[in-house]
DNA sequence: ACGCGAGGTGACTGGGCGGTCACGTGTTGG
DNA sequence: CCAACACGTGACCGCCCAGTCACCTCGCGT
């Protein structure tokens, strides 16, 4: 999506520029964002940003690609060593976390991709979107085999509960309390042993 | 928050300004809305807008606080009548949903009213949240005595999960896959009873 | 020494916005 | 009949934006 232009900068250059538009994104929906504060930050000219990304939109995929792929690159592990369903979750979200302290611009970026209203980038959304659904799928069929999940849930419920209560916890990873990573990951694991065990009794 | 001239309005014209409102908010969040855009719909001058409300922030706060107004009245019998609390909270977002059924509009508002980053309205934003949480946390300690609910459950792991998992069910409303009402209900039930009962089998 | 092309530039266009205010209009009471 | 008032109006201000393009600079091969 960028040009050769972009490609061929100076390595330094093109990272200032990534960042600049990161920082950017992060700060901003796409709706709100401006090339304009974009290139002021960066102190070049508005032109050249045109040199290196045909608009803004193609500019933002850029940078979500990117952010995603920088993701991946902490959770792709959890999905490929073998353990049991619920800690696989519980890793899967811990992990998620971790990105998010590690990269909080990147961790911003995602967290305002998901409620980007632009129609041009809905198809871009979705696909996004049915990645995440995939990875769960694919472990919650394997669970059911594996009689470590109840057999009778419907899956598409399943994945509905997680992906609620795992999209609320990311965002919330930016509004953290005052407290300690270690708290962090314990609150996680907590959210996540209520999914697992249920809240009630089973007195009634 | 809107003037005696709007109070002072002919009904009709107050509704159609209101409802005319109420269409730009459900279309754009905030911070993207235009008060050019719900004139020229009405065909009123700028300057009308302006004597009925100070400025646009003022427009939008009537606007929800109207809007939460209806839902309160869809949600309060839920939380007076007498029933268990698990019965109770799938009774709450079946209430919620019916509100979004017979007000698609309002419904959207207050879905984007959420993501409102505005500073300006976080004050508004998070006295809302916690009227919600309040709600919340009083059923919840009602049902840890009555022994409904495992008690050694943090009621703030509980709020979250609820939370999380009832925000994104309000949100679903919007794109409803094509079914019918009955089968939307179901989805929220049995959503709920995850909640209640967990995923795990419990051999392991 | 020079022409050429790659890369960088920022003034400019056309558009949208929130908010203002000097002015028109129609009613009402003295 | 006129003054006071309430109400409606839309041109206008200042600001911000995406995107364009004629122009400039500079290094390199000839």
Redesign the interface.
């Known amino acids: 999506m960028p040009s050769s232009r972009f490609e061929n900068l100076d390595p330094a250059k093109r990272q200032r520029v990534f960042d600049a538009a990161v920082a950017e994104f992060a700060q901003h929906?796409f709706?709100?964002s401006s090339i304009t504060r974009i290139v002021r930050r960066l102190g070049i000219a508005k032109g050249s940003m045109y040199q290196y990304f045909e608009n803004k939109r193609a500019l933002y995929r850029y940078v979500v690609t990117e952010v995603y792929e920088k993701k991946r690159s902490y959770l792709q592990p959890v999905l490929d060593q073998d353990m049991?369903f619920?800690t696989r979750l519980k890793r899967y979200y811990q992990q998620s976390y971790v990105f998010a302290q590690d990269n909080p611009l990147y961790h911003q970026v995602t967290v305002h991709f998901w409620?980007t209203?632009d129609e041009s980038l809905r198809r871009f959304i979705d696909e996004t979107k049915q990645i995440r659904a995939l990875d769960f799928t694919t472990m919650f069929h394997q669970a059911v085999q594996e009689?470590?999940?109840?057999d009778n849930?419907?899956e598409r419920?399943?994945f509905?509960?997680y992906?609620?209560?795992g999209?609320?916890?990311i965002e919330?990873f930016l509004n953290l309390p005052p407290r300690r990573t270690e708290d962090h990951l314990r609150?996680i694991e907590?959210?996540l042993t209520?999914?697992?065990?249920?809240?009630?009794?089973g007195?009634?």
Chains 1, 2 share one sequence.
């Open positions: 929906p709706e709100n049991d619920f409620e209203k009689g470590d999940v109840k849930i419907d419920i399943a509905f509960v992906h609620s209560v999209k609320e916890l919330g609150f907590s959210v209520v999914l697992e065990q249920g809240l009630s009794t007195n009634k």
